[in-house]
């Protein structure tokens, strides 16, 4: 997956709580492999009708359809554990969601697939979503290095966190099976000194 460090993008607003993972990308396309159209199927019941785009979907409206940033409601990515919905995001160029809130799996979901999800207040959420709305060219930078996001429209910039773990693994651009076996030699010297240190709990084969 791409490396993260800073990122300054389009960020567009998606409104409503308890979007689930079945608004994100619907079942029927779940069929699709990754590279074949996720990108497509994004939203695709919010984004499309049978004649063609919804033009008051955001994502259909410029500068939006190039976003890289998504502001999110309470709960997002809640529903079945369907991986699909993260490929879709990042299919089409999804980097970032900022939300009070998301679904566990779909949150554990983007950072093995290098999309950061950022938790923020919902207040800061809504001051966010604001700001956003004024503005014809509503950029947002995120640097995961120093956890801020931050932008010309803000009065501060707004501090997150993140587990030291997934920082490591966004900022080097691995998966965490990845980065586990780059460390294959200290866990096996901690299983050979663990070994000689109680002995009795040594495992043989």
Request: glycine content about 6%; aromatic content about 8%; overall charge negative.
């Amino acid at each position: 997956m791409r490396a993260f460090t800073t990122l300054t993008g389009v960020a567009a607003v998606i409104p409503g709580k308890n979007i689930d993972t079945d608004q994100i990308i619907p079942a029927r396309f779940l069929k699709l492999a990754r590279g074949q159209g996720l990108d497509k199927a994004l939203f695709h019941d919010l984004r499309f009708t049978e004649n063609g785009q919804k033009k008051e979907f955001v994502l259909n409206q410029p500068p939006f359809d190039r976003a890289e940033i998504l502001i999110v409601d309470q709960n997002f990515g809640c529903g079945s554990s369907r991986e699909a919905a993260v490929y879709a995001l990042d299919e089409f160029g999804i980097r970032v969601i900022i939300g009070p809130e998301f679904g566990d799996i779909f949150h554990n979901n983007c950072l093995k697939n290098g999309i950061l999800p950022i938790v923020l207040s919902e207040k800061q959420c809504d001051e966010l979503t604001q700001m956003l709305s004024k503005h014809t060219e509503p950029l947002i930078t995120v640097s995961l290095k120093e956890q801020l996001v931050c932008s010309e429209l803000m009065e501060k910039p707004l501090s997150f966190q993140i587990d030291a773990f997934w920082k490591t693994c966004l900022l080097k651009g691995i998966d965490d099976l990845t980065l586990t076996l780059s460390m294959m030699d200290q866990i096996e010297k901690f299983e050979r000194d663990y070994g000689e240190q109680f002995p009795w709990q040594k495992i043989t084969q």
